[in-house]
């Protein structure tokens, strides 16, 4: 009954400092997506993915790194974390049957503070 | 590129009232998806209602329904009954269909935050 399970929950970063937040889906789901809350501005797309090896750039994609080397994992990679990136992230997953039609089911976020 | 506007950055109810929340969207697609999410204070995201661009029956769900309008491009979502448990942030979203090409995912609303008063 897991879906969605992203990992770690709450990260504190210094400026410069990387870090790699997780995402693991066990519905078989093709797509995979992360996106970033901030407070008055939704949900936007940073990076996705229709399968694995393949990914794509959304919205906001400066300043991260994605991998989709397994089916069921979504990695989001921040190389060198500055203020800015501080947020709640959100990871996704849908399936596809020939047409992009479901919901997207998510993750429980990860809150990310850079100092 | 699809944009999606929710007007209203809070609300407020009365419990067991009835409150409408509104959405607009911008699309030059005539297929496509509208979803209602809430977002309590534990942070998790859970899809409320759906509809689907091409039925004009609108959706409902229990004590939640929509009013689509396709042609004004309006996607209102109404709860009747409100309670407590209503509470929290409310996101209009839209999904094309056609993948990639950054049409890809879910382009969400600033969301509404929604006020049950007992």
């Known amino acids: 009954n897991a879906g969605v399970t992203q990992t770690p929950k709450f990260r504190v970063l210094k400026t410069g400092q990387s870090m790699t937040l997780l995402c693991a889906q066990d519905m078989n789901h093709e797509y995979m997506y992360w996106y970033r809350q901030d407070p008055g501005m939704g949900l936007r797309l940073i990076h996705y993915s229709v399968g694995e090896g393949t990914t794509a750039k959304g919205e906001v994609p400066d300043g991260y790194n994605v991998s989709r080397l397994k089916k069921q994992n979504f990695l989001l990679g921040l190389e060198s974390a500055a203020p800015s990136q501080t947020s709640v992230y959100f990871c996704a997953s849908s399936a596809y049957s020939g047409r992009v039609t479901g919901e997207l089911f998510f993750g429980e976020g990860s809150r990310l503070t850079v100092l | 590129a699809q944009t999606v506007t929710q007007s209203q950055p809070e609300m407020s109810v009365q419990e067991a009232e009835t409150v409408t929340l509104s959405c607009t969207y911008d699309?030059?697609?005539?297929?496509?998806?509208l979803f209602w999410y809430k977002q309590p204070p534990s942070r998790q995201m859970i899809l409320v209602i759906r509809?689907?661009?091409?039925?004009?029956q609108n959706a409902t769900e229990n004590r939640f329904s929509v009013n689509f309008q396709k042609a004004a491009k309006s996607f209102s979502l109404k709860i009747s009954d409100s309670q407590l448990g209503d509470a929290a942030m409310y996101f209009c979203?839209?999904?094309?269909?056609?993948?990639?090409?950054?049409?890809?995912?879910?382009?969400f609303g600033k969301g509404t935050h929604l006020i049950i008063q007992p």
């Open positions: 979203a839209y999904r094309s269909p056609y993948s990639g090409g950054g049409a890809d995912g879910l382009t």
């Open positions: 509809q689907e661009a091409y039925k004009q």
């Open positions: 699309t030059s697609e005539s297929d496509y998806y």
